[in-house]
Structure formats: C-alpha cells, structure tokens
C-alpha cells in the first residue's frame, strides 16, 4: 500500500510531457486548447453569487453615481489589465503559472506565491461561507 502511495505522488516526466496538461514543460502546439470554452469559463467567474452579495453590500452605503460607478469602472479595469497581462504572457510563452512562478522565483521560492494563493482562497471561502450564510439567514 505504501509504494501505491509513493508512486502515485511521483510524476514521469515523459508521461507528463505527453499529457494534456503538461504541467512541467510549456505546451506544444497540438495540446493548446481552443480559446473560446477557456474564455467562457473565465467570463462566468465574474457573476458569482457571493460577488453579487458583497457588491450590492457595499453598494448600500455608496451614492451610485459617482462613486458606485467609478469605483466599479475602477475594479474591472484593474482585473482586467491584470489578466490580460497574466493571458498574454501564458499564450506567448505557453508556460502554466507554476512554471512561470519557477522561473520568476526559482525552485523553492515558486512556493510563495503558491502560499500566498492558498491563504486567499481560504479567505475567500469565508466570504463564501458568510454570504450564504447571510442569505440563509434573511427572511
């Protein structure tokens, strides 16, 4: 059971390279994936639930013109920028963000922004868990 254990964490280089994921190399031209089902996935992220909680929250206590809109234009736009970068640098150089994060930080420090991601996923799944439970809550 053990050795079961040990091999399914060690990856093969060859297999992975090979896979369509490829996590450890940058991506061939045969396993790019379309845009259009990458973009629908990414457009759907900007319609959450919670998003809508938190901004309608928020909103509240917000005059809506003009600080409600410039402060929404003021967000999209620097989500927007952000992505189109982080999009742009990926197509040109067909490398996933683990591997950018190696070669920016090195083999060890490409760990970092890994922590940093998890502890704002942990923090968003409170905001999650707080929004449900907010509208659970209502009558």
């Keep these: 059971m053990r050795n079961k254990f040990k091999t399914w964490w ?3 280089a ?3 390279q090979a896979s369509p994921d490829n996590p450890l190399t940058p991506l061939t ?3 790019r994936r379309e845009a259009l089902p990458l973009l629908t996935l990414a457009f759907g992220w900007g319609f959450l639930v919670t998003g809508l909680f938190v ?3 928020l909103g509240a206590g917000v005059n809506f013109w003009p600080e409600l809109i410039y402060a929404t234009f003021l967000g999209n736009f620097t989500n927007f920028v952000i992505g189109a970068l982080v999009g742009y640098i990926g197509y040109k150089t067909a490398c996933n963000s683990g591997l950018l ?3 920016v930080y090195g083999g060890v420090g490409a760990y970092l922004p890994v922590l940093f991601l998890a502890l ?3 923090g968003w ?3 999650v868990i707080g929004a449900f439970g907010f509208a ?4």
Excluded at 136 to 139: E, N, R
Aim: aromatic share 12%; net charge negative.
């Design 101 to 103: 994060y190696r070669f």
């Design 55 to 57: 901004g309608g929250a």
């Design 14 to 16: 060859e297999l992975e």
């Design 29 to 31: 031209a045969e396993q």
């Design 10 to 12: 060690q990856l093969d």
């Design 120 to 122: 704002l996923l942990i």
């Design 136 to 139: 659970w809550a209502q009558d």
């Design 125 to 127: 799944q409170g905001i």
